[in-house]
């Protein structure tokens, strides 16, 4: 049984885990970006800059973004939000994200283009190509979106040129994987839903607890972790499970086995990235960036397990990212995915230690394609 604190129902899933932990969310860059960009469009179009600006995320959520700068000259218009991270100890919270927009050629849609700050993809193994500004797909279709819907409403073609730019962003990017990862000049533009959720603190590990011990009083015999809201909605769509049975548990793999192991559910599904869940196969139980690493060395053994060559074998311990390595495993018929969720699943039964828990893993790409399965 739920024991309640307050008055609120108790819920399961993302939003329910999200309430309980008492932490508050934040935009991801791609969201102010996003939000910089409807405003400086609709100014260029209209001649004002709306304030708040208010746009559409992917999952439907409509917030509204109070604009730090805008400026508006011939030809083209800028315009800046301030992110707010939340809770989360995200190292681009307070940085300021423009989106300068000009109107482009007559049948070519919307051109992205990195500004100071922002990082070029000089290697392959990303979601982009070389030589592409380091805006991921989410946020280039979310903007995609909203220059259509501004331009629809002011019958304007949506031809723009839109540069995203982070002040001290090659500073602040530093900080974080894309040097390694050969995006040079600065920061990437993330997101998925255009929400942070807070991981990084115990009160996400509590509400991780609160997750598994919601979907138990709801009498549900299945629950999937789930590493993010792309491998939440591959588990919904293979196996049918309700909201109150996922878990949105991060990059805390430890704390819904630990979790599970003492307050047993007769399945579990573990889903999420390929890199995340190559941590999992490695023995890490925690997968955030700043606490593991995938291992490429490992990932070569296991490719080798799998047939591979010692030619691929080095490719794969030379490749740039994780997503790298599976694809040339992929092409060469090398069953690296299942490897790697079997390899998960071991150690998610090696911490249940013999509790009545079943467990299948599936690990996935950037796209949500299933590239991995065990159990």
């Given at each position: ?39 400086a ?24 973004f ?54 070029t ?26 220059v ?75 629950v ?30 430890g ?13 579990l ?107």
């Amino acid at each position: 049984m739920v024991e309640q604190t307050d008055n609120t129902e108790a819920v399961g899933g993302r939003a329910g885990q999200l309430r309980s932990s008492g932490l508050r969310h934040g935009w991801t860059t791609g969201a102010c970006a996003t939000a910089a960009a409807a405003a400086a469009y609709t100014a260029l179009l209209g001649g004002e800059f709306p304030d708040p600006v208010r746009i559409t995320l992917p999952k439907g959520q409509q917030p509204e973004f109070a604009l730090a700068v805008e400026e508006l000259t011939e030809g083209q218009a800028m315009a800046g939000v301030v992110k707010d991270a939340g809770d989360d100890p995200d190292v681009t919270h307070g940085a300021l994200i423009r989106s300068t927009v000009r109107l482009g050629a007559p049948g070519t849609g919307v051109v992205f283009r990195a500004g100071p700050g922002v990082g070029t993809v000089t290697k392959a193994g990303l979601p982009l190509a070389v030589g592409e500004p380091a805006i991921n797909p989410v946020p280039r279709q979310m903007i995609r979106d909203t220059v259509a819907e501004i331009a629809a409403a002011h019958g304007a073609s949506g031809d723009v040129e839109v540069t995203v730019s982070v002040d001290n962003g090659e500073e602040i990017a530093r900080s974080t994987w894309n040097p390694r990862l050969g995006i040079l000049g600065g920061l990437s533009i993330l997101g998925t839903t255009g929400i942070v959720v807070p991981y990084s603190c115990s009160a996400w590990i509590d509400s991780i607890r609160r997750g598994v011990d919601v979907a138990r009083a709801a009498g549900r015999t299945h629950v999937a972790g789930c590493t993010g809201s792309t491998s939440e909605k591959i588990a919904v769509a293979v196996h049918g499970l309700p909201e109150d049975a996922l878990l949105d548990m991060g990059d805390f793999a430890g704390a819904v086995l630990k979790y599970l192991k003492r307050h047993p559910v007769p399945r579990l599904t573990i889903a999420g990235g390929f890199a995340k869940l190559s941590k999992l196969a490695a023995g890490h139980l925690d997968l955030h960036s700043a606490r593991s690493q995938v291992d490429k060395g490992y990932l070569a053994d296991l490719a080798r397990v799998g047939g591979a060559d010692e030619a691929l074998a080095e490719a794969v311990a030379g490749a740039n990212t994780g997503l790298q390595a599976v694809q040339l495993c992929r092409a060469a018929g090398v069953p690296l995915g299942d490897l790697v969720a079997e390899a998960a699943r071991q150690t998610a039964l090696g911490v249940l230690k013999g509790s009545p828990v079943a467990v299948d893993v599936i690990c996935i790409d950037r796209a949500g394609t299933i590239v991995g399965r065990a159990g």
